[in-house]
C-alpha cells in the first residue's frame, strides 16, 4: 500500500464527513484511512462506522484512552500499513488530486535513502494559498532550512516515510497531552530532507477550539515537551536571532515546570540571554490566562 491518510480524532463526529468526502473524492486509490479516536465521548464511533458501511474506503478504526493528539499519532504510525504517512486533521480535507500529486512527486525520490518523504502547501478552503509558496517548483531541503534559507512561510503539509515516523515517535511524557510537533520534525530534519513541491495538498479550517487557538495555555500545561522543544532548537544551526528566540522561550515555559520535574538545560550563556524576557512572557501569558478564564 502506498499512502496512509492518518487521522488522530477527539470529540470531532460532526466534522468528520468533509475530509471523509474529501478522501472518497480522491483520484488515488492505493491508500487506507486509519483513524485513531483518542477517547472521544460523542458518536465519533457510529460515524466512522457509516462511513465504513459505505464501502467507498479502506477505513480502519482503532479507539484508544485519551491521551493527547501526539500519542495518537504515536500508535497511528505503529500501526499505519502504508509506506507514506500522511496526517489529515478531522477538521480538515485534501483536494481531489492530494494523492495523485504527493505520488507523482514521491516516485521521482523514493529510492533516495536521504529523502524522508514530499511536502506540499496548505490552502484554505476557498483555495487560497497559505504563506509565500516556494520560490520555484520543487526543492529537495529540510522543514528548518526551507524556512531559513529559501524564506518559506506559512502552514506546510509534510508526509514522511511511515518508516521514519516509527523511527522518530513523539515523546510522551507522564502527565502531558501535548508536544510539539516541531520537536520531532526538527530531529527527522538533522537526517532526512523533503521533496517540497510548490502545490496545494491540503485544505485547513482552523477551528475556534482547535489547538492552534489554544497553544500557548496548551504548552503552559505540556511544560517539559515545550522545553525540550526550544531547548533543541536553540543547540541547532540556526542564526542566533533565532537561537535567542528559542532560549526566551525556553525560559518562557520553563516557569511552568512542576517542582521535581526533569528538563534539558541550556547552555548558561543562553540562560543569561533569555531569562529576563522569558519570565516577563511567562507572567503576561499568567495574566492572560486568568482574564480568559474570568
Known sequence: MSITIFTPTYNRAHLLERLYRSIAAQSFSDMEWLIVDD????DTAAVVQGFIDEGKVDIRYIRQENGGKHRAINRGAREARGELFFIAD????????????????????????????????????????????????????????????????GDL???????????????????????????????IAQKYRLRFINKSIYLVEYQPTGLTSRIVAIRMDSPVATCTHYCELNGYDIPLKEKAKAAINYWRFRACVPRGKQVPKLPWYWSVVGWLAGIAMHRRDVKNRKNHSK
Not at 477517547?39 to 460523542?42: I, K, L
Not at 511524557?173 to 530531529?187: K, M, T, Y
Open 157 to 187: 503539509k509534510e508526509v514522511y516515510r511511515t518508516s521514519i515516523m516509527r523511527e522518530f515517535p513523539f515523546p510522551e511524557i507522564e502527565g502531558e497531552r501535548f508536544c510539539p510537533e516541531a520537536l520531532v520534525l526538527n530531529r
Open 39 to 42: 477517547g472521544s465521548s460523542d
Open 90 to 153: 478531522s477538521d480538515d480535507a485534501l483536494p481531489s488530486d492530494a494523492l495523485t500529486t504527493i505520488d507523482h512527486y514521491w516516485q521521482q525520490v523514493r529510492d533516495d535513502a536521504t529523502m524522508g518523504g514530499v511536502c506540499g502547501m496548505d490552502a484554505r478552503f476557498n483555495g487560497r494559498r497559505i504563506g509565500t509558496g516556494l520560490p520555484q517548483e520543487t526543492i529537495d531541503s529540510t522543514t528548518l532550512e526551507i524556512r531559513l534559507k529559501y524564506g518559506v512561510t
